[in-house]
């Protein structure tokens, strides 16, 4: 049987790759391969889940499902308890829907995943899985099966760390970088990349798995902090030696990674489909939004009182809302969210809102934060609010939150209890666009082709079709058969299956993550001005 290859591409946009491909004056061609692999297969636009963020986005293209039904909406779920709100870390045991690797693998496929987010503790499949967004410590316990561990090590120069999600001096980064250290931040992805390229290498060749999937999320992480150095927009006409330098640098990591791509498509084979997908797309962002402060001048929302503490102040300098709980009634919980959650009351002289006002009370929120007026443009700061029974629709409705917002430069928001609402930085940084990429090429595929836009959750229906296996029919994504000729479509049709399985039928997962290790979990959001510090 024919191999599918997956390469997960985080936070690549056309954008900046239409910009890597063509040869520019001192620049060259920074993607050679990938130039060639558009050139021979199909390329569309991807979009997103209604909020893009990495979360939902890729549990969304691993489970064929939209986040109303697999339940994930954000790095952290929201426990209200009327006087108290809590904040955890999402993990597998969140996801309420089969995944790819599964319904593949029970199909006699065998799978590999590697590096892709809310993975751990980790699923047992038919094959090797490694999940990202795991710190170095706990790696080792957190893939699947016991004995890859020890595998990895006979790479030359392995070591955990250069996995896993950890960086030095993490506690001491906000949003913003001093040069010096956002050098620093590029490089480090270097050898990490390099080293998932490796472990990618070594078990597409060893095992020969039906399906490989390898998400390289450098891409997303460099945007974030270098965008400015990388967007074609944005370059000076005469650059300072440092911005050359740094966007040389960042340069160096494109240049690496198509190396990566092209020696992995060779691997797999002329006979192997190849398809690379990103969760969202990117674009800058040159606006705060500080929705908490916004929500407190309409009375919503009551900040927390600090005591003098050091509990308090600790409380206030976490990256989570510090709010008053009992007069509270809507609030953003982080930053990467952008959501709003209405707190409804459970009995009688519990905080929130009664609940017959629900409908009410959201409709005439939803007025006041059109109002919102950025003065740098005169224009509204919110250009849409989406309500979680439209965007979300499906089991997990209820937990999504009561209202998300895009924002008019589609930045995220901030919490920070600062004044005014809307204010400027002092230059554009990188954030998530709703429009990410779709690439694909190989026996079947139509060369040369571009498509129109299409969901994210085709790229699970998609990759299943290219495995010769039916479309589970309680999937909300579909084949896109618009990348596939029609003598492939002809000899092998797109069939429908019976349902997926309910989670965790065989997929029993291994310890959870130590709190120590959250921390720095966290540390690395706020880095990426998921979260504040």
Not at 85 to 99: A, G, H, N, Q, S
Not at 190 to 198: A, G, M, Q, S
Request: charge should be negative; aromatic fraction near 10%.
């Amino acid at each position: 049987m024919s191999q599918t290859l997956f390469l997960g591409l985080d936070g690549a946009t056309f954008h900046l790759l239409d910009d890597l491909i063509q040869d520019r004056p001192g620049q060259g061609i920074v993607m050679p391969f990938l130039k060639s692999f558009i050139e021979r297969g199909f390329c569309a636009p991807l979009r997103s889940t209604p909020h893009p963020l990495t979360p939902p986005a890729w549990t969304t293209l691993v489970t064929g499902r939209n986040p109303g039904e697999h339940g994930i909406y954000d790095f952290m779920r929201v426990d209200d308890r009327q006087t108290e709100v809590f904040f955890t870390l999402y993990d597998f045991r969140d996801i309420r829907c089969e995944t790819l690797w599964s319904i593949a693998g029970r199909q006699n496929r065998k799978v590999v995943s590697l590096n892709f987010p809310i993975m751990a503790p980790p699923p047992k499949i038919n094959g090797s899985l490694i999940p990202g967004f795991t710190p170095w410590r706990h790696l080792r316990r957190n893939m699947t099966p016991n004995a890859l561990y020890e595998r990895l090590q006979t790479i030359p120069g392995f070591h955990p760390k250069e996995l896993a999600w950890d960086f030095e001096r993490e506690n001491e980064v906000g949003n913003d970088m001093d040069e010096a250290y956002l050098a620093d931040w590029v490089r480090y992805h270097l050898p990490r990349e390099k080293l998932w390229f490796e472990v990618a290498r070594k078990l597409l060749a060893e095992d020969r798995p039906e399906l490989l999937a390898v998400l390289f999320d450098g891409v997303d992480k460099i945007q974030h902090q270098a965008w400015y150095y990388l967007d074609p927009d944005l370059q000076p006409d005469h650059p300072s030696p440092f911005h050359q330098q740094l966007r040389e640098l960042c340069l160096s990591y494109f240049r690496n990674l198509d190396s990566y791509l092209e020696q992995l498509v060779a691997l797999a084979g002329p006979e192997a489909r190849v398809f690379m997908a990103s969760d969202h797309g990117f674009r800058d962002s040159a606006t705060i939004v500080r929705i908490n402060r916004y929500l407190a001048d309409l009375g919503h929302l009551v900040y927390q009182t600090l005591d003098g503490t050091a509990a308090a102040q600790r409380r206030e300098a976490s990256p989570f809302a510090y709010l008053n709980w009992q007069k509270t009634v809507a609030y953003c919980p982080t930053p990467s969210s952008n959501g709003i959650i209405i707190r409804v009351a459970r009995d009688s002289g519990q905080p929130g809102i009664a609940p017959g006002d629900y409908f009410a009370f959201r409709e005439r929120l939803m007025g006041q934060l059109y109002e919102l007026i950025d003065p740098a443009t005169g224009r509204p700061a919110i250009r849409d609010i989406l309500v979680r029974e439209d965007a979300f629709p499906g089991q997990a409705t209820a937990n999504a939150p009561d209202l998300t917002l895009v924002l008019a430069d589609y930045g995220f928001v901030s919490i920070r209890n600062v004044s005014p609402p809307v204010g400027q930085r002092p230059r554009p940084v990188g954030t998530h666009h709703p429009d990410g990429v779709f690439l694909a090429a190989g026996p079947g595929i139509r060369a040369g082709a571009t498509g129109e836009l299409f969901p994210i959750a085709d790229v699970a229906a998609t990759l299943l079709h290219s495995l010769n296996l039916p479309i589970p029919e309680d999937f909300d994504g579909r084949v896109a058969t618009a990348s596939f000729n029609e003598g492939w479509l002809q000899q092998h049709p797109v069939r429908q299956g019976s349902p997926t399985l309910p989670v965790n039928r065989g997929e029993q997962p291994s310890e959870a993550m130590p709190d120590s290790e959250k921390e720095k979990i966290l540390a690395q959001l706020a880095m990426l001005g998921y979260l504040e510090e």
